[in-house]
């Protein structure tokens, strides 16, 4: 138990007890006048005899036989106890405001919880003042040979007093000021103690004081910091070190066959040749030196055994449990399962897959070299995942699980038409489809969609290819396109032939036919329709002007398309100045140049003059 919390239970029964009798009291007493007894002048005794909460404010009472006087919570306010015998009288929770007690005997007075400061008091005694742990006041009387079992001095300065044979059992002096204090013969039984200052000028025998603690058989050092401390040659018998910490410490040779190291670190410790038959459950004893120390009938529940240096000599790692338990010579074992991944089909995963591999031991996995999961970083099948584990005896343990893993959609193009291309009508190419997946392979080629469908010649067409999937269930990520177009083409221009040509003209006169793939001109129908809709045309280009557009019409009775282009003012006379006639056809999207057949050209080029 905590300090805090054990004084605050033993305190707080105290204070009940003692708030219980004086409200029982009360109800007798609280407006009832002191009686003063008589006091026999030869033998000192006292009658009536005193008794609990006695009000005896006042009284003269020198010289007065009061040994073993019960005087709990009496009243003595005032009373004048000059020279009487008070030894081993009960004065708990009595009331001394102003009492008079000079050249009284107080051998082995009990003086937990008084009240008020004494008019006088005999040599090296006194009344302290301290606050329990939930903010009480109290006060003690103390000096040599006191009673106050139980008492919390909590951070109370003694320093110079005279305490021997003082009885503090079960009571604390955490963080009191002990330099020169004289605690010879003191029962200091499971008294608590730690941020102690200064060193006392005596204590019981097999008492020392180390590091703001006071420690010696029976001692309560709960929660001591101790770390590094040499303890070797001291009387630790009986002693409460729960959740001390002993890290570091050397107790070589030492009897703690009788302690409480429940929860206490003795990681680096030295505890050779050390009778270590205690209670040490949940004790922490990594790296600790056990050589020799005797350790049968400890109780080991919970230890942490880790590098120690078992009582043989040998390593706590290579047994199972620590250095009383079976030797470690199993290697690890381990029962891997898919934690993360996401399931595709047949069998495969679409995402990297995590495995995790749940290594157990018979001893102590070492954790840093004993990988609890695994991901992949690739794809195939398989896709192998491998680690090993070693167990702190150094037993050494691999395995593998192997994923099929496919994170890759199929590969899709369009085949036969390159995008952008301009084919000639009768001699375009069949688009299609190509699906390839390197992995898990194609369980779903991607179809193929050419739109618009059933438009006449010339026309933009787009070759969709989509819908593909993989055998592990990966879908194509987008469609694959391809635009291209399909126009009538030119053999040649009938006007102009090329050359030279007058800017004064104004105008050019462009005279061409369009023609299939066979070089045949286009049925006069379709060429017909092809001029009423305005899809023909013809262009001029080149330097000091912008493109020059006609609308070309349909000559029934020459068969030819007729256009008539402007020339701006700005063209450029000579040779060196080149321009260009070229046909066009209307299609969704824009204008696309005729392709030239077979003896033919598109432009043509012109001069100037």
């Not at 043989?312 to 991944?341: E, H, K, M, N, R």
């Amino acid at each position: 138990m905590r300090l805090g919390s054990r004084r605050l239970a033993l305190l707080g029964a105290a204070g009940a007890i003692a708030l219980a009798a004086a409200l029982s009291v009360a109800a007798e007493s609280a407006h009832a006048a002191s009686t003063c007894p008589s006091v026999d002048p030869t033998t000192g005794a006292v009658s009536p005899a005193p008794g609990y909460a006695q009000n005896w404010s006042g009284c003269d009472l020198a010289g007065a036989n009061l040994e073993s006087a019960g005087l709990e919570a009496a009243n003595l306010t005032g009373a004048n106890l000059t020279g009487a015998n008070l030894s081993s009288a009960v004065l708990n929770q009595a009331t001394l405001t102003g009492a008079s007690l000079a050249g009284a005997n107080l051998a082995g007075v009990y003086g937990s919880e008084v009240a008020g400061k004494p008019a006088s008091l005999p040599a090296n005694w006194h009344v302290v003042v301290t606050t329990d742990a939930i903010n009480r006041t109290l006060e003690y009387l103390i000096g040599p040979t006191a009673n106050i079992p139980g008492a919390g001095l909590f951070g109370v300065d003694l320093a110079g007093d005279d305490l021997s044979q003082l009885n503090i059992m079960d009571g604390s002096l955490a963080n009191t000021n002990l330099s020169g204090t004289d605690l010879s013969d003191a029962d200091l039984g499971q008294v608590q103690s730690g941020g102690v200052t200064g060193q006392p000028a005596a204590l019981p025998s097999g008492w020392f004081a180390l590091d703001g603690n006071l420690l010696g058989p029976t001692a309560d050092a709960e929660g001591a910091d101790l770390a590094g401390a040499n303890l070797t040659g001291y009387d630790l018998q009986d002693i409460d070190l729960a959740e001390a910490n002993l890290a570091g410490a050397d107790l070589t040779g030492l009897d703690l066959s009788s302690d409480n190291f429940g929860a206490a670190r003795f990681d680096g410790a030295n505890l050779s040749d050390t009778n270590l038959d205690a209670y040490l459950v949940g004790a922490n004893l990594t790296s600790a030196n056990l050589t020799g120390a005797t350790i049968a009938s400890a109780n080991l529940l919970a230890v942490t055994w880790l590098h120690t240096t078992c009582p043989d000599g040998s390593d706590s790692d290579a047994y199972v449990d620590g250095c009383l338990s079976a030797l470690d010579t199993s290697p690890p074992a381990d029962s891997p399962a898919i934690t993360a991944g996401t399931a595709g089909t047949n069998g495969w995963y679409t995402s990297p897959v995590t495995v995790a591999w749940h290594w157990t031991d018979n001893g102590t996995i070492v954790p840093a070299q004993c990988p609890a999961s695994s991901t992949t970083a690739g794809q195939g099948d398989p896709v192998t995942l491998s680690a090993s584990c070693t167990d702190l005896a150094g037993n050494s343990a691999q395995d593998s699980y192997q994923v099929k893993v496919d994170t890759t959609p199929p590969v899709v193009t369009v085949t036969g038409v390159p995008a952008g291309h301009t084919y000639l009508a009768g001699a375009a190419p069949s688009p299609g489809c190509s699906t390839t997946d390197s992995v898990s392979g194609v369980a779903v080629q991607a179809a193929l969609k050419v739109s618009p469908a059933g438009t006449p010649v010339p026309a933009a067409y787009t070759a969709t290819c989509a819908g593909a999937v993989d055998q592990a269930g990966n879908d194509q990520s987008a469609s694959a396109q391809a635009h291209y177009t399909v126009a009538y083409g030119v053999g040649r221009f009938l006007a102009p032939a090329g050359g030279t040509v007058p800017r004064t003209d104004r105008t050019i006169k462009v005279t061409f036919r369009l023609t299939g793939a066979s070089g045949q001109p286009v049925a006069a129908s379709i060429a017909s329709a092809l001029g009423q809709r305005g899809t023909v045309r013809a262009a001029l280009t080149g330097p000091g002007i912008t493109r020059q557009w006609a609308t070309c019409t349909w000559n029934a009775k020459q068969q030819v398309f007729r256009c008539g282009v402007t020339i701006p003012r700005t063209a450029r006379t000579g040779k060196k100045n080149t321009y260009w006639v070229s046909a066009w056809e209307k299609v969704a999207g824009g204008p696309v140049k005729a392709p030239a057949t077979a003896g033919g050209a598109n432009p043509i080029v012109i001069h100037f003059s």
